[in-house]
Protein backbone atom coordinates (compact mmCIF):
# COMPACT_ATOMS: atom_id res chain seq x y z
CA UNK A 1 0.00 0.00 0.00
CA UNK A 2 2.90 2.84 1.07
CA UNK A 3 4.02 1.90 -2.92
CA UNK A 4 1.14 2.41 -4.51
CA UNK A 5 0.98 5.79 -2.64
CA UNK A 6 4.42 7.15 -3.37
CA UNK A 7 4.31 5.59 -7.35
CA UNK A 8 0.89 8.05 -7.39
CA UNK A 9 2.84 11.15 -6.32
CA UNK A 10 5.85 10.24 -8.38
CA UNK A 11 4.50 12.84 -11.04
CA UNK A 12 3.44 15.30 -8.97
CA UNK A 13 5.23 18.74 -9.38
CA UNK A 14 6.56 20.57 -6.43
CA UNK A 15 5.10 23.71 -5.15
CA UNK A 16 6.69 26.98 -6.38
CA UNK A 17 8.81 28.86 -3.11
CA UNK A 18 6.54 31.18 -1.22
CA UNK A 19 7.80 34.54 0.39
CA UNK A 20 8.83 34.96 3.69
CA UNK A 21 6.26 38.23 4.43
CA UNK A 22 7.29 38.49 7.84
CA UNK A 23 11.08 40.43 8.86
CA UNK A 24 13.33 40.28 12.08
CA UNK A 25 12.37 36.85 13.22
CA UNK A 26 13.00 35.20 16.91
CA UNK A 27 15.33 32.69 15.97
CA UNK A 28 14.76 31.34 19.71
CA UNK A 29 10.82 30.58 19.27
CA UNK A 30 8.83 27.96 17.77
CA UNK A 31 4.87 28.46 17.03
CA UNK A 32 2.63 25.17 17.35
CA UNK A 33 -0.67 25.51 14.97
CA UNK A 34 -2.31 22.25 16.01
CA UNK A 35 -5.54 20.87 13.64
CA UNK A 36 -7.62 17.70 15.23
CA UNK A 37 -10.64 16.27 14.57
CA UNK A 38 -11.75 18.51 12.03
CA UNK A 39 -13.05 15.53 10.21
CA UNK A 40 -13.81 17.14 7.03
CA UNK A 41 -16.44 15.45 5.23
CA UNK A 42 -18.75 15.18 8.00
CA UNK A 43 -22.23 15.99 7.28
CA UNK A 44 -24.21 17.53 10.71
CA UNK A 45 -27.31 19.38 10.63
CA UNK A 46 -28.29 22.03 12.87
CA UNK A 47 -31.81 21.02 13.39
CA UNK A 48 -30.71 17.98 14.60
CA UNK A 49 -27.02 18.15 15.87
CA UNK A 50 -26.80 22.54 16.68
CA UNK A 51 -24.69 23.46 13.92
CA UNK A 52 -23.95 22.93 10.05
CA UNK A 53 -21.53 21.06 8.90
CA UNK A 54 -20.55 20.33 6.00
CA UNK A 55 -17.53 20.07 3.35
CA UNK A 56 -18.21 24.20 2.33
CA UNK A 57 -17.93 24.56 6.03
CA UNK A 58 -15.26 23.36 6.81
CA UNK A 59 -13.23 24.75 4.44
CA UNK A 60 -14.49 27.85 5.59
CA UNK A 61 -14.24 27.48 8.95
CA UNK A 62 -10.66 25.33 8.78
CA UNK A 63 -8.95 28.12 6.83
CA UNK A 64 -9.87 31.12 8.24
CA UNK A 65 -9.13 29.83 12.14
CA UNK A 66 -5.61 28.95 11.16
CA UNK A 67 -5.16 32.02 8.75
CA UNK A 68 -6.24 33.86 12.09
CA UNK A 69 -3.79 32.07 14.60
CA UNK A 70 -0.91 32.31 12.17
CA UNK A 71 -0.97 35.87 11.69
CA UNK A 72 -1.86 36.60 15.31
CA UNK A 73 1.16 34.53 16.91
CA UNK A 74 4.65 35.76 17.64
CA UNK A 75 7.71 37.12 14.73
CA UNK A 76 9.15 33.05 15.39
CA UNK A 77 11.92 31.36 13.34
CA UNK A 78 9.94 28.03 12.90
CA UNK A 79 6.48 27.23 12.61
CA UNK A 80 4.78 23.43 13.18
CA UNK A 81 1.88 22.54 11.40
CA UNK A 82 -0.10 20.11 13.52
CA UNK A 83 -2.69 18.08 12.01
CA UNK A 84 -3.12 15.95 14.85
CA UNK A 85 -5.32 13.24 13.11
CA UNK A 86 -9.19 12.34 12.12
CA UNK A 87 -8.72 15.22 9.56
CA UNK A 88 -10.94 12.72 7.29
CA UNK A 89 -14.43 11.34 8.58
CA UNK A 90 -14.17 8.63 6.88
CA UNK A 91 -11.06 6.67 5.11
CA UNK A 92 -12.46 4.99 2.17
CA UNK A 93 -15.31 5.01 -0.79
CA UNK A 94 -17.64 3.71 1.97
CA UNK A 95 -18.46 6.21 5.29
CA UNK A 96 -17.46 3.57 7.91
CA UNK A 97 -15.29 4.04 10.16
CA UNK A 98 -12.30 1.67 9.56
CA UNK A 99 -12.34 -0.25 12.85
CA UNK A 100 -16.08 -0.82 13.76
CA UNK A 101 -17.36 -0.46 10.52
CA UNK A 102 -20.04 2.12 11.85
CA UNK A 103 -22.24 3.99 9.28
CA UNK A 104 -21.45 7.87 9.31
CA UNK A 105 -23.06 10.86 8.05
CA UNK A 106 -21.56 12.03 5.20
CA UNK A 107 -20.81 14.51 2.92
CA UNK A 108 -20.27 13.59 0.14
CA UNK A 109 -18.08 11.80 -2.69
CA UNK A 110 -14.55 10.67 -1.24
CA UNK A 111 -12.98 12.31 -4.11
CA UNK A 112 -14.68 15.63 -3.12
CA UNK A 113 -13.40 14.87 0.47
CA UNK A 114 -9.67 14.73 -0.46
CA UNK A 115 -10.03 17.68 -2.74
CA UNK A 116 -11.00 20.04 -0.25
CA UNK A 117 -9.12 18.16 2.24
CA UNK A 118 -5.99 18.78 0.16
CA UNK A 119 -6.96 22.35 -0.69
CA UNK A 120 -7.16 23.68 2.99
CA UNK A 121 -3.82 22.06 3.86
CA UNK A 122 -2.14 23.30 1.04
CA UNK A 123 -3.65 26.65 2.30
CA UNK A 124 -2.61 26.68 5.37
CA UNK A 125 0.93 25.89 4.90
CA UNK A 126 1.41 28.34 2.34
CA UNK A 127 0.11 30.73 4.47
CA UNK A 128 2.67 29.62 7.66
CA UNK A 129 5.68 29.98 4.74
CA UNK A 130 4.73 33.81 4.98
CA UNK A 131 4.88 33.97 8.97
CA UNK A 132 8.41 31.38 9.19
CA UNK A 133 11.20 30.94 7.83
CA UNK A 134 11.06 27.14 8.36
CA UNK A 135 7.65 25.09 8.50
CA UNK A 136 7.60 21.14 9.78
CA UNK A 137 4.26 19.86 8.68
CA UNK A 138 3.06 16.49 10.85
CA UNK A 139 -0.05 14.38 9.54
CA UNK A 140 -0.73 12.06 12.22
CA UNK A 141 -3.05 9.24 12.20
CA UNK A 142 -6.39 9.20 13.60
CA UNK A 143 -9.01 6.20 14.27
CA UNK A 144 -11.34 7.63 11.68
CA UNK A 145 -8.21 8.10 9.31
CA UNK A 146 -5.70 5.41 9.13
CA UNK A 147 -4.58 5.54 5.42
CA UNK A 148 -5.98 8.76 5.10
CA UNK A 149 -2.81 9.60 7.19
CA UNK A 150 -0.42 7.74 5.00
CA UNK A 151 -1.57 9.11 1.71
CA UNK A 152 -1.40 12.91 2.91
CA UNK A 153 2.41 12.45 4.41
CA UNK A 154 3.48 11.31 0.71
CA UNK A 155 1.75 13.54 -1.38
CA UNK A 156 2.95 16.76 0.85
CA UNK A 157 6.28 15.34 1.02
CA UNK A 158 6.59 15.48 -2.72
CA UNK A 159 4.87 18.42 -3.32
CA UNK A 160 7.08 20.13 -1.33
CA UNK A 161 10.63 17.71 -1.79
CA UNK A 162 12.11 21.27 -3.50
CA UNK A 163 11.18 23.39 -1.26
CA UNK A 164 13.98 23.89 1.71
CA UNK A 165 12.06 25.31 3.95
CA UNK A 166 9.40 22.91 4.27
CA UNK A 167 9.90 19.38 6.50
CA UNK A 168 7.20 17.14 6.05
CA UNK A 169 7.59 13.93 8.37
CA UNK A 170 6.93 10.51 6.47
CA UNK A 171 7.64 8.53 9.52
CA UNK A 172 4.60 6.02 10.17
CA UNK A 173 5.21 6.12 13.61
CA UNK A 174 1.76 7.12 15.66
CA UNK A 175 4.17 8.53 18.50
CA UNK A 176 6.40 11.53 17.25
CA UNK A 177 8.04 14.13 18.74
CA UNK A 178 10.00 17.28 18.25
CA UNK A 179 12.84 18.47 20.24
CA UNK A 180 13.05 22.53 20.46
CA UNK A 181 16.59 23.15 22.46
CA UNK A 182 15.33 22.62 26.59
CA UNK A 183 11.49 22.26 25.00
CA UNK A 184 10.16 18.33 24.38
CA UNK A 185 6.96 18.63 21.96
CA UNK A 186 5.41 15.06 21.62
CA UNK A 187 2.34 14.35 19.31
CA UNK A 188 -0.47 11.64 19.70
CA UNK A 189 -3.61 11.50 18.19
CA UNK A 190 -5.19 9.56 21.79
CA UNK A 191 -6.74 7.16 20.30
CA UNK A 192 -3.70 4.23 21.09
CA UNK A 193 -1.91 5.46 23.80
CA UNK A 194 -4.22 6.46 26.94
CA UNK A 195 -3.53 9.53 28.69
CA UNK A 196 -1.89 8.12 31.98
CA UNK A 197 0.71 5.72 29.65
CA UNK A 198 1.76 8.43 27.51
CA UNK A 199 4.16 10.48 29.85
CA UNK A 200 6.17 7.16 30.32
CA UNK A 201 5.98 5.70 26.87
CA UNK A 202 7.27 8.87 25.28
CA UNK A 203 10.30 8.84 27.84
CA UNK A 204 11.05 5.16 27.37
CA UNK A 205 10.63 6.29 23.26
CA UNK A 206 12.70 9.11 23.62
CA UNK A 207 15.54 9.02 26.42
CA UNK A 208 17.90 10.89 24.86
CA UNK A 209 15.50 13.51 23.73
CA UNK A 210 13.98 13.37 27.54
CA UNK A 211 17.18 13.72 29.37
CA UNK A 212 18.31 16.71 27.35
CA UNK A 213 15.13 18.83 27.52
CA UNK A 214 13.46 20.73 30.81
CA UNK A 215 10.15 21.49 29.71
CA UNK A 216 7.97 18.57 28.19
CA UNK A 217 4.53 18.66 26.68
CA UNK A 218 2.84 15.84 24.80
CA UNK A 219 -0.49 16.98 22.69
CA UNK A 220 -2.92 15.10 21.76
CA UNK A 221 -6.69 15.34 20.40
CA UNK A 222 -9.34 12.89 19.84
CA UNK A 223 -11.52 13.23 22.63
CA UNK A 224 -13.02 16.90 21.23
CA UNK A 225 -12.57 18.98 24.40
CA UNK A 226 -9.68 20.81 25.98
CA UNK A 227 -7.97 19.01 29.00
CA UNK A 228 -4.35 19.47 30.55
CA UNK A 229 -2.52 17.50 33.20
CA UNK A 230 0.44 17.78 34.56
CA UNK A 231 2.34 14.65 35.42
CA UNK A 232 5.92 14.19 36.40
CA UNK A 233 8.13 16.15 34.15
CA UNK A 234 5.64 16.36 31.48
CA UNK A 235 2.63 18.27 30.69
CA UNK A 236 -0.26 16.30 29.04
CA UNK A 237 -2.56 19.00 26.24
CA UNK A 238 -5.71 17.23 24.78
CA UNK A 239 -6.75 19.87 21.82
CA UNK A 240 -10.61 20.81 21.20
CA UNK A 241 -11.86 20.69 17.86
CA UNK A 242 -13.39 23.42 14.83
CA UNK A 243 -15.51 20.86 13.91
CA UNK A 244 -19.18 21.11 14.56
CA UNK A 245 -20.67 18.21 17.17
CA UNK A 246 -22.37 15.32 14.64
CA UNK A 247 -25.32 13.57 15.29
CA UNK A 248 -24.16 10.66 17.04
CA UNK A 249 -21.94 13.12 19.56
CA UNK A 250 -25.56 15.67 20.44
CA UNK A 251 -27.20 12.26 20.77
CA UNK A 252 -24.93 11.36 23.97
CA UNK A 253 -24.48 15.35 25.13
CA UNK A 254 -20.99 15.39 23.88
CA UNK A 255 -20.78 18.78 24.09
CA UNK A 256 -17.66 21.37 23.75
CA UNK A 257 -16.38 24.40 23.11
CA UNK A 258 -15.10 24.69 19.06
CA UNK A 259 -11.55 26.41 19.27
CA UNK A 260 -7.73 25.90 18.27
CA UNK A 261 -5.02 27.21 19.75
CA UNK A 262 -1.40 28.54 18.71
CA UNK A 263 1.29 28.09 21.36
CA UNK A 264 4.56 29.36 21.61
CA UNK A 265 7.87 27.53 22.91
CA UNK A 266 11.32 28.72 23.82
CA UNK A 267 14.24 27.12 23.50
CA UNK A 268 15.24 28.42 26.83
CA UNK A 269 11.79 28.42 28.67
CA UNK A 270 9.11 26.06 27.57
CA UNK A 271 5.93 27.62 26.83
CA UNK A 272 6.19 31.23 26.56
CA UNK A 273 2.58 32.53 24.53
CA UNK A 274 -0.62 31.16 23.11
CA UNK A 275 -3.17 32.21 20.97
CA UNK A 276 -7.04 30.90 20.76
CA UNK A 277 -9.25 31.39 18.36
CA UNK A 278 -12.99 30.62 18.08
CA UNK A 279 -14.82 30.60 14.98
CA UNK A 280 -18.02 32.31 13.96
CA UNK A 281 -20.95 30.15 13.87
Given amino acids: QQAAFEAMCTNLKPLLPVRLKTKNLDLGLLNLFTLTDCHVGMLAWDKEAGEDWDLTIAESCLVE ?9 PDAHTGIL ?9 DSLQPLTPASKHLLDADSRYQKVVEVAVRILRRVIEHALT ?5 QVYMHEGNHDPAGSVWLRIMFAQLYLNNT ?7 PNPYVMYQHGKTFLGFHHGHLGKKPQLPLLFAAKYPEAWGKT ?12 VDEKEYPGIKLVQHPTLAAADAYAARYGWLST ?6 TYS ?11 VPRR
Fill in 65 to 73: SLARLIENA
Fill in 82 to 90: NQLGDFLHF
Fill in 131 to 135: KHERV
Fill in 165 to 171: RVTVEKS
Fill in 214 to 225: EYRYIHMGHLHH
Fill in 258 to 263: RQASSM
Fill in 267 to 277: VKDGEVARGTF
